[in-house]
């Protein structure tokens, strides 16, 4: 079913849209949540979640050119959480491994807290993305957006997993000098 | 802000660069762009030598299937191996004449989409593409008896693999799931065969695992020389177009011992014993 009339459904609030949902992309959500958790049944709780929020969340929001980002953004959200706090999936590591990775490419702050709302970092993030090449850009969102591991992306891209680390060191280094550009430097 | 806050708000990347980052990459084959010229001269000696191949070699039995075009929004496996490798034993030992007995349906499938895991299985959607046996609908639910968690023989099927296999009509579902026109693999993964072909278009069946040279022995077909490297790297270049993973594993097994080493059989032996047994 066409994603125009998939939310209409949710608009008339038909239960039939979580089926239809489902039935659309039921397994490209669960695969990214299993790329995430690395767990089955933790990956079909985090879709069923998605179709609870993507309920709750439409109206007031009408995805209607963008409704697979717009549930893959949910299910990211869930998986990472759950990663976090349940310790059975023995993935903190892998996601502190992540965020110091990303800590990296924050302006020293001299002690004073960096912030910034999330239009700006909106803009910020999509211009500096909008300036690497194809490949630059995948390969930095794969791990950084997906998750993935940097062994997973070598496969991914049939490149080497040595040319992936430097392309991402040398993306997070080219974020950072874009954010103290942009005035974000305390 | 912090690393763990900005991984948070990695979610507000652009729609469209996010849809385009799941798309399956192109393959890139930088080094041809450089020698476009030479290539084209190759183009019309390989173009000479597939129309004089084609005389010399007219009796190939099978339709040639072009490599599958991989779709944008095709749905690839999370990963292609389990997390550990594990033993298992087999309730029962068969041989491809056993298997093809005991099978609901023998036909070559294309796998598509990555659906779930079940259990110890892996769910995809498939289409039939070939029928040796039985009545089966084109398009099923295959079962891979590997997982996430487990790794048996053959990696997680991927998107546009082609296999013959030998299965069985499923439907033992619990209450979590349930699909229709499910199919499991008699083996359950050991029989499992991989079809490529050769540079003149000839179909060949690569089995992973070594001791499927017993299987057809057993059943009396014979095998093709698995030392023949040259034949080799053409089975994987065709496989390669598809799923370089699987390439990869296929030319690691090139050269290893004589129970653990690739074997190939001609798909027209396996037709001709599939005829005599009905």
């Known amino acids: 079913m066409d994603d125009n009339l998939i939310v209409n459904l949710y608009l008339r609030r038909d239960e039939n849209a979580i089926e239809q949902t489902s039935e659309k992309y039921g397994a490209r959500l669960r695969s990214l949540a299993h790329s995430i958790v690395n767990d089955r049944l933790t990956s079909e709780e985090c879709e069923n979640d998605t179709y609870m929020e993507a309920w709750k969340s439409i109206p007031p929001h009408e995805p209607r050119d963008y409704l697979y980002a717009f549930l893959a953004r949910i299910i990211r959200h869930i998986a990472l959480n759950c990663c976090r706090y349940n310790n059975r999936l023995k993935r903190s590591a892998y996601i502190c491994e992540l965020s110091n990775e990303l800590e990296q490419c924050l302006p020293a702050s001299g002690g004073a807290e960096f912030s910034i709302d999330d239009i700006a970092l909106r803009e910020t993030i999509n211009a500096f993305l909008g300036r690497l090449d194809e490949e630059k850009r995948n390969i930095f969102?794969?791990?950084?957006?997906?998750?993935?591991?940097?062994?997973?992306?070598?496969?991914?891209?049939?490149?080497?997993?040595?040319?992936?680390?430097?392309?991402?060191?040398?993306?997070?280094?080219?974020?950072?000098?874009?954010?103290?550009?942009?005035?974000y430097k305390i | 802000m912090n690393g763990t806050e900005l991984l948070d708000k990695m979610e507000l990347i652009d729609a469209a660069y996010v849809e385009s980052a799941d798309a399956v990459p192109k393959r890139q084959n930088r080094i041809w762009i450089g020698w476009g010229v030479a290539a084209a001269c190759l183009c019309l000696v390989i173009g000479a030598a597939v129309i004089i191949t084609k005389t010399i070699r007219p009796n190939d039995t099978t339709a040639f299937f072009d490599a599958v075009e991989i779709p944008d929004d095709a749905v690839m496996p999370p990963v292609r191996e389990g997390s550990s490798q594990s033993e298992t034993q087999y309730r029962k030992l068969y041989n491809y004449a056993s298997a093809y007995d005991e099978a609901d349906a023998v036909c070559i499938v294309t796998v598509g989409n990555w659906l779930s895991e079940f259990g110890m299985f892996t769910l995809f959607d498939a289409k039939v593409e070939k029928v040796y046996k039985g009545s089966i609908p084109d398009k099923i639910v295959l079962l891979q008896n590997e997982n996430s968690k487990y790794h048996f023989t053959s990696p997680i099927f991927s998107y546009g693999n082609r296999l013959l296999v030998f299965l069985n009509s499923w439907d033992r579902w619990g209450e979590n799931a349930h699909y229709d026109n499910a199919y499991a693999m008699i083996g359950p993964d050991y029989t499992t065969l991989y079809l490529s072909y050769d540079n003149s278009k000839k179909a060949y069946l690569i089995a992973l695992n070594g001791f499927a040279g017993s299987l057809g022995e057993e059943a009396g077909i014979s095998l093709t020389n698995s030392r023949n490297v040259n034949l080799l790297n053409e089975l994987d270049n065709y496989i390669k177009k598809t799923d370089s993973y699987l390439a990869e594993q296929i030319e690691k097994r090139f050269d290893e011992d004589e129970f653990t080493r690739v074997r190939i059989y001609a798909l027209s032996d396996f037709e001709e014993f599939f005829d005599s047994r009905n």
């Open chain 1, 141 to 183: 969102i794969r791990r950084y957006w997906y998750l993935d591991s940097t062994a997973d992306i070598s496969k991914r891209f049939s490149v080497s997993e040595s040319k992936v680390k430097t392309t991402l060191f040398r993306c997070r280094n080219r974020l950072r000098e874009h954010l103290e550009r942009e005035g």
